[in-house]
């Protein structure tokens, strides 16, 4: 019964080139993260590097927004 929010900017691929995920892609790390906690709320910063907090900080900022709003009282 404790919220969990998984953030994820970037991905490593095969090539072990680090990119940005893009709106709607789920990480393997985001699956695995839902298959262990289904109440888990996903979250990708679009087009940010590997410090979201750094390059996209309104987005992080709303998206613990959003978080905290689900907290009880």
């Known amino acids: 019964h404790i919220p969990v929010w998984v953030l994820q900017s970037t991905l490593m691929g095969a ?9 709607g892609e789920i990480s393997p790390y985001m699956e695995l993260a839902r298959k262990n906690f289904p109440q888990a709320t996903l979250k990708v910063i679009p ?13 992080v900022n709303a998206g613990f927004a959003d978080l905290l709003q689900t907290l009880p009282g």
């Open 15 to 23: 090539d072990l080139v680090r990119r940005a995920l893009q709106p």
């Open 47 to 59: 087009d940010a590097g590997h410090f979201a907090m750094l390059e996209s900080p309104e987005a």
